[in-house]
């Protein structure tokens, strides 16, 4: 293994730079060679999966500041998206099962009533229609009322159904509505401010 070399001080704050490529790409190696080996590990823990997918997203980071030719810029930032998304993914699966639900609702709920408290947006219900193929469309339903723990489905000609969502779901989805909430109050605050 190859040691890392850095002009960063512990405890200090370096002074304002732009990126550095060639740190970056020497970090992202490092990451590699580091996270890895306990991500290819048969039945890997959630967390070396997580750092797997880290190592993978700053390596694509890495490639979004390399000027290369006809290079697919979109194509690029993608692959760094959907690495950061796996890692996110794999975090809140170690969650699910290193912290009490208890507490995972506790947080959420604290964060719902933080949200409240400072007058951002609260999605308090989400009622979303998804095309599945050719002619097929189910109505989706979520409400605060269960605390997203399930999800409504409903389609011509069918029962109307309910599913359970697990925990690493609900922990996705909750950041989800979040981040609806944020931006829609942000697009808000700038028409406001116009």
């Known amino acids: 293994m190859t040691t890392y070399q850095t002009t960063a001080v512990p405890g200090k704050l370096s002074p304002p730079a732009p ?31 997580a750092g797997a997918h880290l190592s993978i997203a700053l390596s694509a980071f890495s490639a979004l500041l390399t000027p290369r030719a006809r290079a697919n810029r979109l194509a690029d930032a993608e692959h ?21 639900k208890t507490q995972r609702e ?6 719902v009533d933080s949200c409240r408290r400072e007058g951002l947006a609260v999605v308090a ?16 339903r979520l409400t605060d009322g269960d605390a997203y723990q ?14 359970r ?22 697009m808000l605050r700038a028409e406001e401010g116009r």
């Open 19 to 49: 990126l550095d490529p060639a740190a970056l790409r020497e970090l992202s190696r490092h990451a590699s060679e580091v996270f890895s080996p306990a991500g290819r590990m048969e039945d890997a823990p959630p967390l070396a999966e």
């Open 80 to 100: 760094a998206l959907d690495h950061l998304h796996r890692t996110t993914t794999h975090v809140r699966e170690h969650l699910v099962e290193n912290v009490p």
């Open 106 to 111: 506790a947080r959420h709920r604290g964060m």
């Open 125 to 140: 219900s989400l009622t979303a229609e998804l095309v599945l193929g050719p002619g097929r469309r189910i109505t989706v």
């Open 150 to 163: 399930s999800v409504e489905l409903e389609e011509a000609g069918q029962e109307t159904r309910v599913l």
């Open 165 to 186: 969502l697990s925990g690493r779901d609900r922990l996705e989805l909750h950041h989800g509505l979040h981040e609806i909430g944020r931006i829609v109050w942000l």
